[in-house]
């Protein structure tokens, strides 16, 4: 795992992700990416793409 999503941003369409925070959950590692360009927010949990906006 690098510090890079590889996804698009949903909402602008940008590759640019830059991780934002993370935080040690029961479920594993919970880490947060923000996109560059939008600031839009994805959580991330061990793999799991959780779209929250949290
Ligand atoms: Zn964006």
């Known amino acids: 795992m690098g ?3 590889a996804t698009d941003c949903p ?8 991780r934002a925070a993370d935080t040690e959950v029961h479920l594993g ?3 947060k990416y923000r996109c560059s360009d ?4 994805i959580v991330r949990i061990d793999g799991t ?3 929250s906006t949290a």
Request: proline letters at 0%; glycine letters at 10%; one cysteine or more.
């Open 29 to 31: 590692t919970k880490v």
């Open 11 to 18: 909402d602008c369409g940008s590759l640019e992700f830059y």
């Open 38 to 41: 939008c600031d839009y927010g």
């Open 3 to 5: 510090s890079r999503l």
């Open 49 to 51: 793409v959780d779209t």
